[in-house]
């Protein structure tokens, strides 16, 4: 299979490519620098030129809390135009399969507890991150879109927290886990007495090891159309990716205070949000179609921080 990664350079994005090397698939990639995803004809002109036999939309702007409050026209915008841009131009281009990566954040805040596929579009979204998850919400509506018009088999795969080689540790416009690693990794490291978390900690969240969300990607991609079919619908055609298990960010804080070797004060810092108060997937669909996660949390963690030991120079330079 010949096979473009879009945002191949990114956690997920790279994750998948080692997985798409080690079967011995040819892969199609572009850095940001030599192809503009937000340009419709360097991306019309892209695909035409390689004629890809599949498609895997791993590309976004991505960000946490304070990255999505204040640069919220850049990842509507940027998001919305990668998605249409991708989509259309792999359809103009006669790719049939394609995979769109998309987020759990595309649910309401509010949601039933496990969240399932069905509660798409049933209430009001987190404010944080709204402008993110309606392109994401948009990127799913594409895919069905186009699969319904024109015969496409374009699926999507909505996973939960990610975490994992190659995360973004910036302090401040990184998710919650790398920059909590990294805040317990400093404060271990120049003997601070306390570390101060945002929010009141009693937020539950799930947490996915990309090599697992790589797995499961691929997985979902190669399913038999008639399995594919027969377990989602034309206008509800995503799949939930996740462990099924969630943590409070207390409890995540301090067992990364532990794998960091950090022995001081842990509090929190209630005047600043929280964000959605409990974030855990129905992950039954994948389940039945026969996947599930196989990396638990704490292993997981300690070989991201291990990871992060071997990389440090790189992500303490990114201030």
């Keep these: 299979m010949k096979i473009f990664v879009a945002g191949h350079r990114g956690m997920v994005g790279s994750a998948i490519t080692r997985k798409l090397e080690a079967r011995g698939d040819e892969i199609v990639a572009r850095s940001r620098n030599e192809l503009d995803l937000c340009n419709q004809r360097a991306v019309r002109e892209f695909m035409q030129a390689e004629k890809p036999d599949r498609v895997i939309l791993a590309a976004a702007k991505v960000g946490g809390i304070h990255a999505n409050n204040t640069r ?13 841009n991708i989509v259309h131009q792999a359809y103009e281009a006669g790719v049939q399969s394609l995979l769109f990566l998309g987020s759990s954040c595309i649910y309401p805040k509010l949601a039933n507890q496990p969240m399932a596929e069905d509660a798409l579009l049933t209430g009001g979204l987190e404010s944080t991150n709204e402008p993110y998850a309606v392109a994401k919400i948009a990127g799913i509506k594409l895919c069905e879109s186009y699969n319904r018009q ?11 927290n ?59 991609m190669d399913l038999d159309r008639e399995t594919y079919l027969r377990e989602t619908s ?17 409890t995540l804080a301090e067992t990364l205070a532990q ?12 005047s600043k949000p929280d964000g959605t108060p409990r974030k855990l997937l129905d992950v039954s669909r994948l389940a039945r179609m026969g996947w599930k996660a196989a990396i638990p949390l704490d292993q997981g963690l300690k070989d991201t921080y291990d990871w992060f030991l071997d990389t440090e120079d790189a992500h303490l330079r990114k201030v």
């Design 259 to 270: 794998i960091t070797g950090f022995k001081g004060r842990i509090t929190f810092d209630s």
């Design 162 to 220: 990610l975490y994992g080689p190659g995360d973004n540790f910036h302090p401040e416009n990184s998710h919650v886990l790398p920059a909590l690693m990294r805040r317990f990794h400093e404060a271990a490291r120049e003997g601070v007495d306390e570390v101060v978390v945002w929010g009141t900690g009693t937020p539950m969240r799930e947490f996915l090891h990309v090599d697992d969300m790589a797995e499961a990607s691929l997985f979902v």
């Design 150 to 160: 024109y015969g496409t088999d374009y699926r999507s795969v909505m996973p939960t």
């Design 234 to 250: 034309p206008m509800q055609s995503h799949i939930n990716v996740g462990t099924g298990v969630d943590v409070t960010i207390r």
């Design 72 to 84: 919220p026209g850049e990842f509507i915008y940027d998001n919305l135009m990668i998605e249409a």
